[in-house]
C-alpha cells in the first residue's frame, strides 16, 4: 500500500521561495508534483524518475527543484522566484512503474496521491 502525505505549502510573495515536502510510505518508482489552480486542469509540475532523471514543465524550468532523500522517502519540490501564477494545490503522486513508461504530465497516469496543499503567491 502506497500512501502519500504532503506539507509545507503556504504563502509567499511574488520573487519569495517555499518548500513542500512529500513523505511516502510503500515502494514507487516515478514520483511528481502536479498543481491545479481554480477551474483549471491539473497540470504536471515536474518529476523524479527512479533513476534520478528529471522533468519540468516549461512553465517553471530554472525557478523549481525536485528531489528526494531516499533515506527519508520524502519528496521535495523547492520552489523560487515565485509568481502569482504558481498559486494552487500542489500535490504529490507516485506510480510503480517508471516515468518512462507512462506519461508523467498526465495526470491519470499516476496511481497514487497524496491530500494536497495549497500555495498561494501575492504580488
Known amino acids: 500500500r502506497v500512501e502519500l502525505v504532503e506539507s509545507g505549502g503556504g504563502s509567499a510573495q511574488a520573487g519569495g521561495s517555499l518548500k513542500l515536502s512529500c513523505t511516502i510510505s510503500?515502494?514507487?518508482?516515478?514520483v511528481a508534483w502536479f498543481r491545479q489552480a481554480p477551474g483549471k486542469e491539473r497540470e504536471g509540475v515536474a518529476h523524479?524518475?527512479?533513476?534520478?532523471?528529471?522533468g519540468y514543465a516549461e512553465s517553471v524550468k530554472g525557478r523549481f527543484t525536485i528531489s528526494k532523500d531516499n533515506v527519508k522517502n520524502t519528496l521535495y519540490l523547492q520552489m523560487n522566484s515565485l509568481k502569482p501564477e504558481d498559486t494552487g494545490m500542489y500535490y504529490c503522486?507516485?506510480?510503480?512503474?517508471?516515468?518512462?513508461?507512462?506519461?508523467?504530465?498526465?495526470?491519470?497516469?499516476?496511481?497514487?496521491w497524496g491530500q494536497g496543499t495549497q500555495v498561494t503567491v501575492s504580488s
Open positions: 503522486a507516485a506510480d510503480g512503474i517508471y516515468c518512462s513508461l507512462l506519461n508523467p504530465s498526465k495526470h491519470a497516469d499516476f496511481g497514487y
Open positions: 510503500g515502494r514507487t518508482f516515478c
Open positions: 523524479l524518475d527512479y533513476d534520478g532523471t528529471t
